[in-house]
């Protein structure tokens, strides 16, 4: 699953070369091994990697502020989106972001980040199965 | 920007650490608001703590506002720090909460609480000591360093929680709490009052997820399909192939087994049972059936072994029991050891000795052990007040005395220790005594006695856990209880008492005393060894070349970890001391405790009787072990897991194995050529033999038996996915690969009959005898997966291994072992089972009821917050406030839950 879905991102950001995942524990964590360093674990930490790759470093934010919350809406995607959510969980999640949402064009307000991206990623399968 | 706290919201440590950090770059207001205030308008459930920036926007992550400081004070994002971050929320918040609910909310105590984080500590302790930096993500302290500690620091800031093996974890920590920023948030936050500040709190939150996962402890865990590298498959199979002929030769028997230099020597002891209590199925598995399982391993591995256990006879119990049924205490030692002997026997308990303690090598080794440490100035004497019964005309043991708990005042506590809270007392202490014998109330006398200086020897003992307890395998709990016992200080401990039923006293003015048995009952070990062997003293006085490992239920701990470990230090004598400290918690009865006065529970001799083999009690007991945390026994679990997976899991695959070679390969094993398929199979079973060896090592008998269960699962897939009885009717290559696949089973459920013997071990031999096995392959166990099975080898006569427990037969099983409790227990089974009905059968109102109710409350609030948020009329407010509230009453009521009375607001 989150491999498919960094590869999908290495696409999108313009990434030639496939990396190989692997992936860790009853979550199915995703693992990249490096070449230059240790391995990096974690859906959203793999992900800022590939977009520094790519120098697409805009993707995460500009200002201090808005790094700051593309990293929480990153963090929202992997803790909340991804949870065991019963349908519940899933109809509040919605609700919020659409909310939160009703005043703005992306998560940080007017540029396209990263955030959206796994977002997106994220609530497709809900959107899909409601 | 405005910040906004909560009393006793944890989040709050970590942001004010980082705020601290990043200082003066910005104004920051605090504001406190109460714990259920909405204050981020679009997130449906509360969140503190949550910076407002000037611009407008929220940041209702912990971690994003901790970034958000680091970020101002100019600090670049890394992937590092990322990946701590992402674990930290991921990996680290579910656990932690759930540990902080336990011993908040639930009040619980040690393991129950370290038990969700032991692998997230573990796992930080790692990463430090692997990368050798002081700091999580590298040699100064950033942004990682702030939101972990500030996480765990609730939880660590008790020694208690901060396990002192990982040491890495130990500095970091200590590290950070001493930085002028945490220390001000700690202050703060927790005001002095520990953990406690955080109650009002976490009260209020829900119960976390992760405590609804772990309802049931007998539950499996998931199991993980790891992936393989091709260097690990290569591997393995270049291992299969070499066969039995990369065995080691078999070592011959020894008798007596003694120590061999150079050699791995293992001596395991198992709690001496008392001799005049019939043992219940808690006391089995927590002792002798345990420890029986690690001695079984220990000899498959080849390591030279002694197991030895023996009954506990010496003491006013047994005089007592002597006067009811008109014997002398040695007549009754000698009918009950016998009892002990077969239950024991025929749970198939391999001791190399089940001797007793009523020996003459006893009192020589107990007088000769007593006399050194008189000599070394480690026993006082000093007058006792103790308690008389002048009916009984006698002085009444602790154990005969019973009155109400001056600590917690439980009813029922014993004159030596509380049931309840745990705590050891002095009998005298005790309110309301009573004689157990005659109920009078006993009078106070003084008798001289002589007392364990533990005080002077506390000094030796802390050198010797400093070095044993780093890197051994001493269970947490008993880590735990030791560090108790030394950090509330020890105190000199009475070591006789006014019986004649003893050993006695080697001192003049002492003629009429002997020893109280909790000094002398743990060198029954060394007086059973002697038994066994008049060189007994290779394995006792010879610290360097034996590993002692002990096992027990936490009770007993302070006497194993404590008390022997100060008489043997104080003695002087190179005494063997325990390297590793097993002990188990409790093992409940159904729902609630065993009781031999009323009847309830399983007791060893009953067992046989019920016609369930022995094996299937010893996996049944094996697989709820209580490790970590108690668990308890269940009829229906039994029967679960006895047809689940006995029958349908493990016997199935066994059976159908052997039964292919048989009918479809005339009895000997098919050629085999592996596939790729196949030689993954063969990777995962090495790698799950090489997990099982892993577990035992570290005597973590549950889990490892998971293992057994898992590669047979493996194999029933395996037989499933290539349907060797449709391929054998088809073409040659068909045959071939129905060959393969057979083959590969067989040697599967071979290994299996082996990894099998600690755990059943007649269920292994059988398996072994009609597969035909040859014999070296059923005394070791290698530590990679073998071709034991090789092609043209001939199998014996398959016939199925298990039978299928009726609801009925366990029924009628659980009428005749329930005792008084029976109707209640029942009662309380329903609610447990099914596991995913329990909350419907608590509720007074259908689900769907519920849920409309449900819906209602949430669209009440929305009408209520988008009211507020567009500053609305007070009244009208206040009336769609009380509408809300009605609706939650209403669905409180539907649920069944007590009502909360509605708190009055704090203004911001």
Redesign the interface.
Known sequence: MAAAELALLEKSLGLSKGNKY??????Q?PVLQTNNGPS??????IA??LVKQANKEYL?GST??E???V??W???R??RVD??SNK?DIR?LL??LN??LEDKVYLT?YNFTLADILLYYGLHRFIFSF | MRLFVSEGAPGTLPVLAAAGRAQGRAELLISTVGPEEHVVPFLTRPKVPVLQLDSGNYLFSTSAICRYFFLLSGWEQDDLTNQWLEWEATELQPALSAALYYLVVQGKKGEDVLGPVRRALTHIDHSLSRRSCPFLAGETESLADIVLWGALYPLLQDPAYLPEELGALHSWFQTLSSQEPCQRAAETVLKQQGILALRPYLQKQPQPSLLEGRAVSNEPEEEELVTLSEEEIAMAVTTWEKGLGSLPPLRPKQNPVLPVAGERNVLITSALPYVNNVPHLGNIIGCVLSADVFARYSRLRQWNTLYVCGTDEYGTATETKAMEEGLTPQEICDKYHVIHADIYRWFNISFDIFGRTTTPQQTEITQDIFQRLWNRGFVLQDTVEQLRCERCARFLADRFVEGVCPFCGYEEARGDQCDKCGKLINAIELKKPQCKVCRSCPVVKSSRHLFLDLPKLEDQLEEWLGKTLPGSDWTPNARFIIRSWLRDGLKPRCITRDLKWGTPVPLEGYEDKVFYVWFDATFGYLSITANYTDQWERWWKNPEQVNLYQFMAKDNVPFHGLVFPCSALGAEDNYTLVSHLIATEYLNYEDGKFSKSRGVGVFGDMAQDTGIPADIWRFYLLYIRPEGQDSAFSWTDMLLKNNSELLNNLGNFINRAGMFVSKFFGGSVPKMVLTSDDQRLLAHVTLELQHYHQLLEKVRIRDALRSILTISRHGNQYIQVNEPWKRIKGSEADRQRAGTVTGLAVNIAALLSIMLQPYMPTVSSTISAQLQLPPLACSVLPTDFLCTLPAGHHIGTVSPLFQKLENDQIESLRQRFGGGQMEESLALKAKVFPKPAAVETVTTAGPQQIQELMDEVTKQGNIVRELKAQKADKNQVAAEVAKLLDLKKQLALAEGKPLETPKSKKKK
């Open positions: 692997s992936a860790q524990g009853e979550r964590i990096l674990t974690g859906l959203t930490t800022a990697h995460l201090a502020e790094k700051a919350i990293q929480q990153l963090e929202y992997v803790t949870g065991n519940d509040i609700k919020d909310s939160y307000g």
